[in-house]
């Protein structure tokens, strides 16, 4: 009995059951994750058939290939020039902002392609495209309508919404959303008149110089409560009266100072005036 009692402590104490309890220890802890983490929206290719890929596909080759590759893998850097980069993995919400807001296909190259009123393709081949760089590999996807219609957002989410965005997008597009000047030549844009869908798009793709929040940093709640402060200019009222353009400290500095100093010579031609 001794003897068997002996045997079974030494081989419990045996260094390779040490490994085993500490694998079995992660597999535990990773299947946990898996199950209860927060997952961020992905785009599938579930909902896009076979054809529609496959038009997708035409679309882009006709119209996006040039720079950013016969297999969207992104093109060489030639004669010094930025070429695309690779869309694999970008998703098709990407692919709705960066084409419905005009912004592609790029007219010229510069440092920010700007967004521009006339987009050149229908909301349909959009989607197209869409659905066939989804396929290529997982990315956010497009937001669904529930999210993007901010019609029933009520004051509480709104006043959420508003300081979430000062806390995390103000530093670049200003307290009131109209935009910044960045380096090199960059700048934040006006969000002004954006539309709830291109906004969630935005903080999901994170395009140029702008960070990706993901559904773990910002959630699809939140985001909402964004793009629906962000919509209604009746929630962003300018109690200081003149807004001048809403830019910031430099331009309002820049009134008084010259509204100061034409008051100063206003004065003083009146007194000399006065006086002779």
Not at 96 to 107: E, S
Not at 162 to 191: E, V
Request: charged share 15%.
């Amino acid at each position: 009995m001794t003897r068997t009692l002996t045997a079974l402590s030494a081989r419990r104490r045996h260094p390779a059951a040490v490994v085993v309890l500490i694998a079995l220890a992660l597999l535990l802890v990773g299947g946990l994750y898996a199950a209860f983490a927060p997952r961020t929206a992905q785009a599938t290719t579930s909902a896009a058939s076979a054809q529609d890929i496959e038009e997708g596909k035409k679309l882009f080759l006709a119209n996006c290939a040039s720079c950013h590759g016969l297999n969207a893998q992104g093109a060489p850097v030639i004669d010094g020039q930025n070429a695309g980069p690779s869309l694999i993995g970008v998703g098709a919400a990407s692919v709705d902002f960066q084409v419905g807001t005009g912004r592609m296909p790029l007219a010229q190259s510069g440092a920010q392609a700007p967004e521009v009123d006339k987009v050149r393709f229908s909301q349909e081949q959009i989607d197209l495209m869409a659905a066939y760089i989804a396929s290529l590999a997982p990315g956010p996807a497009i937001p669904d309508e529930e999210l993007t219609d901010v019609s029933g957002v009520g004051d509480e989410e709104i006043a959420r919404g508003a300081a979430i965005f000062r806390t995390n997008c103000a530093m670049c597009h200003n307290s009131s959303g109209k935009g910044g000047a960045l380096t090199a030549g960059k700048y934040a844009p006006d969000l002004t008149g954006t539309s709830p869908k291109h906004i969630i798009e935005a903080m999901q793709t994170g395009p140029q110089s702008m960070p990706v929040f993901n559904d773990n940093t910002i959630s699809p709640e939140d985001k909402r409560a964004i793009a629906a402060w962000l919509s209604r200019d009746d929630v962003r009222p300018d109690p200081g009266g003149l807004t001048l353009g809403a830019v910031g400290p430099v331009t309002e500095g820049l009134f008084a100072w010259m509204a100061g100093i034409g008051l100063l010579i206003g004065c003083a031609v009146w007194l000399g005036m006065k006086s002779s």
